[in-house]
Structure formats: C-alpha cells, structure tokens
Nanobody, 122 residues
Framework: RLVETGGGLVQAGASLRLSCAASGRTFSTYTVGWFRQAPGNERKFVVAVDRREIRTYYPDSVKGRFTISRDNAKNTVYLQMNSLKPEDTAVYYC?????????????????WGQGTQVTVSS
C-alpha cells in the first residue's frame, strides 16, 4: 500500500515536498515513480528512481526543478518540487513497479497510491 502526503496550495515559485510511504518489507526492491494528472488530461510521468537510487529519470518539463529521492530504511520516497509553476497543478500519484524497464509507462506499475493534490496559483 502506498500513501502520498505533502500536497497543497502554493504560489508560483514556491516549493513543496511530497512523500510516498509504503507498507511491506520489499519496498526497496521496487522502482518507484511519480505521475501527475491534471483535470481532463491523461496521467503523465513525472520522475522515477530505481531501487538502489542509482538512476533517476526526469523529463524536460521538470528537470532542474524536481528531485526524487528514497529512504529504503523508512520505506519512503520523496519528491522535492522547487520553482513550481501553474502548469504543475495536478493530482500527484506515486507508484511502485517490480520491473522498472518501462519506468515512464503507467501500465508498468503494479501498485498505486490514492494521490495528493498540488495546486499552484499564478
């Protein structure tokens, strides 16, 4: 089970840190990703980290502003979001995949959280 926290309403340029807490002993073996979904849009890939935090994957839309990290001892993955823009407004979901080959594809993830709302005002 995955639970996201940390969302909220902020102004453009502000920062937020999202957390994704997992239950279960095998969390450290999963690739973990963050996706977001704005109203009327499909769910889109934001960032992912492999199980040993050796590789991280950022699309251009968030590169340099978002940072993913994980603390396997705490079964938690974090998404630090800086310099937020109104277009970052969405529900953010974390997800875990046993096979991280297709880390940017939502269909490759086995477990999903319920999502947390991030709203950035201009």
């Amino acid at each position: 089970r995955l639970v996201e926290t940390g969302g909220g309403l902020v102004q453009a340029g502000a920062s937020l840190r999202l957390s994704c807490a997992a239950s279960g002993r095998t969390f450290s073996t999963y690739t973990v990703g963050w996706f977001r979904q704005a109203p009327g849009n499909e769910r889109k890939f934001v960032v992912a980290v492999d199980r040993r935090e050796i590789r991280t994957y950022y699309p251009d839309s968030v590169k340099g502003r978002f940072t993913i990290s994980r603390d396997n001892a705490k079964n938690t993955v974090y998404l630090q979001m800086n310099s937020l823009k109104p277009e970052d407004t969405a529900v953010y979901y974390c997800a875990a995949a046993t096979d991280g080959t297709y880390y940017d594809k939502s269909w490759s993830y086995d477990y999903w959280g319920q999502g947390t709302q991030v709203t950035v005002s201009s």
